[in-house]
């Protein structure tokens, strides 16, 4: 049975459609949703997991519907939501014994020992947790998810403001749970590490999927060759023959184009010419990244930021 | 209802490890014990202590069950209620739970102030007066949570609920029977203070004290209770849809 299956699952508020007619398949894999902030992936995310009813459109998790059979749904999945919630006062031990409980699952004690050894908590179980670190509070917050053993395990942002190394070892315990048989369904906007973690990705903008696929079958759709320069200061964007300006990102610029023997000088002359000052130039591996901008648009091209949208997503999702 | 004790062990744990919380919440009343009880001379009674002992128990678990309103839309606010909803356990043994500790918390606060009371000369009741008095209180208690997270999630911001709990608590306090009885009160005072929740509870225990038992207290308490709850029963489903 298909661990995560919508079709057509859309949700507006009010006018704003923030997520639209999302038609996904997902079994065995991790599978990340990618996409800026507030292009809905928090609201899909809440849709699965039954927080949220559909405005129309369905999803089934393992087979049951999220409006229909929402007690059954959540029987089979966890949910670690972006703010971390973990009872600072209460011991790591307490605080994973606390979904085993609520969980209902036979030797909650033993599951929760089961579940902190997992996420390498053992030693620190007794501590109470407003002596952990972010990493171990995001660890703290799995290993709660995992004492029940769930088919479908979604993350939003598990990631989000923690140090490299704790991301790192973050996304190791995501990838042997997936070896262990769980579907991983994860949000994040960090492009480098879905590439490397992910099985499959969804990019979404306003709501809609503007591409899916593995990391590398993405990046092999994007066209030609990208060059990146890194330069002082601001480019103007200006037609260069035969390449496409991706963006600034910081000091970065990146363009993209059919592969030409004089790319590179190309940009080199439009910059000296500019007058701005060039590090370093080159060509470079496509990253999910240039995929991303290629679908979506340069960040800046999007339009103004939208104040009225932005407000409506936070609160709405709240 | 084995969820609802979980999630009330959560809290209980919670509160136990606040150790100010817990120490700071019984100053105020033992204050009004120990300097209105002990020292306003008043001539409509011998023992003030013994006539003011129910309104400050009453206002021990008013104040903690209005604290407590807060609990729910924190956890909302902090993430705790989207990982609770996401749960298999029926949602509704959240807001049980909740009720439930801060009834219970309140009712711990009221045995510790009564301990108080007993210790600087209040009068002792009977057992069957005990256990109609902790009716009373649990009553009252639930009546009060209930309503005060009713609020919490309907206003949905610590600010305005903060604002809210100043309003409302002392004015409420003040108009109740716990400070005089109806018979020295001016006339404009008795109605009010007759439809007072506070004084329902509180006359009801004073009843109980004279040997009588107070039926129509426990009464109305219990349909006031039972409606509230379903207001917020009303009120948190909608919130977490």
Not at chain 2, 41 to 69: E, H, K, M, R
Not at chain 2, 160 to 172: D, V
Not at chain 2, 191 to 220: H, Q
Request: with cysteine; charged share 20%; glycine share 8%.
């Amino acid at each position: 049975m298909t661990a995560v299956e919508t079709e057509g699952l859309t949700r507006y508020y009010g006018d704003l459609g923030a997520v639209q007619d999302l038609t996904l398949s997902i079994d065995g894999e991790i599978f990340g949703l990618l996409g800026p902030n507030g292009s809905g992936k928090t609201t899909t995310v809440k849709m699965l997991t039954t927080l949220l009813p559909p405005s129309s459109g369905s999803a089934r998790i393992c087979g049951h519907d999220v409006t229909r059979e929402a007690p059954a749904v959540r029987e089979r999945i966890s949910y670690v939501p972006q703010e971390m919630a973990v009872d600072i006062k209460l011991t790591g031990r307490e605080n994973v014994l606390l979904f085993a409980r609520l969980y209902g699952v036979p030797a909650p004690r033993d599951r929760t020992d089961q579940a902190l050894a997992l996420m390498g908590l053992s030693d620190r179980a007794d501590d109470r947790t407003g002596t952990y670190s972010g990493g171990m509070r995001r660890r703290l917050e799995l290993a709660q998810a995992l004492v029940h053993e769930p088919a479908v395990l979604f993350l939003d942002e598990p990631t989000i403001g923690l140090d490299v190394a704790a991301r790192k070892r973050i996304w190791e315990h995501i990838t042997s749970l997936r070896h262990n048989g769980v579907t991983v369904f994860v949000t994040t906007h960090y492009m480098d590490e879905a590439d490397r973690s992910c099985d499959r990705v969804a990019f979404l903008d306003r709501g809609s999927v503007v591409a899916i696929g593995s990391p590398s079958s993405l990046k092999a759709s994007i066209p030609g060759e990208t060059i990146i320069a890194r330069i002082t200061g601001n480019y103007a964007p200006r037609e260069i023959p035969g390449l496409t300006f991706a963006g600034q990102r910081g000091d970065l610029l990146t363009f993209t184009g059919p592969p030409a023997e004089d790319g590179i000088a190309s940009i080199q002359r439009e910059l000296d010419l500019q007058g701005i000052p060039v590090h370093e130039i080159g060509r470079r591996e496509p990253s999910l990244d240039d995929v991303f901008l290629q679908t979506v648009g340069s960040q800046d091209a999007a339009g103004p930021f939208d104040d009225h949208r932005f407000r409506l997503i936070l609160r709405r999702r709240g | 209802m084995k969820r609802v004790l979980v999630y009330l062990d959560r809290d209980l744990l919670r509160w136990k490890r606040g150790r100010v919380a817990v120490v700071s919440n019984l100053v105020m009343p033992a204050a009004w014990l120990i300097f209105v009880g002990l020292a306003l001379p008043v001539t409509f009674t011998g023992n003030y202590l013994d006539f003011i002992t129910p309104g400050i128990l009453i206002l021990t678990v008013l104040s903690t069950s209005l604290q407590g309103g807060s609990l729910l839309m924190f956890d909302k606010v902090l993430g705790f209620l989207n990982k609770f909803l996401a749960l298999p356990a029926p949602r509704e043994s959240i807001l049980f739970g909740k009720i439930l500790f801060i009834t219970l918390r309140g009712a711990i606060q009221a045995t510790i102030v009564l301990v108080i009371a007993v210790l600087i000369g209040a009068s002792l009741y009977s057992p069957t007066q005990y256990a109609i008095m902790y009716l009373i209180l649990f009553l009252f208690g639930s009546l009060f949570s209930a309503a005060a997270t009713t609020v919490a999630l309907f206003l949905d911001d610590h600010d305005s609920y903060a604002a809210f709990n100043t309003m409302i608590s002392m004015p409420l306090f003040f108009t109740s029977s716990a400070l005089m009885p109806y018979s020295v009160m001016p006339a404009w005072l008795r109605p009010i203070a007759a439809a007072n929740p506070l004084s329902i509870a509180i006359d009801g225990i004073r009843a109980a004290a004279t040997g009588v038992v107070p039926l129509a207290s426990v009464g109305i308490l219990t349909l006031l209770a039972g409606g509230v709850l379903l207001v917020c029963l009303h009120v948190f489903r909608h919130v977490t849809v």
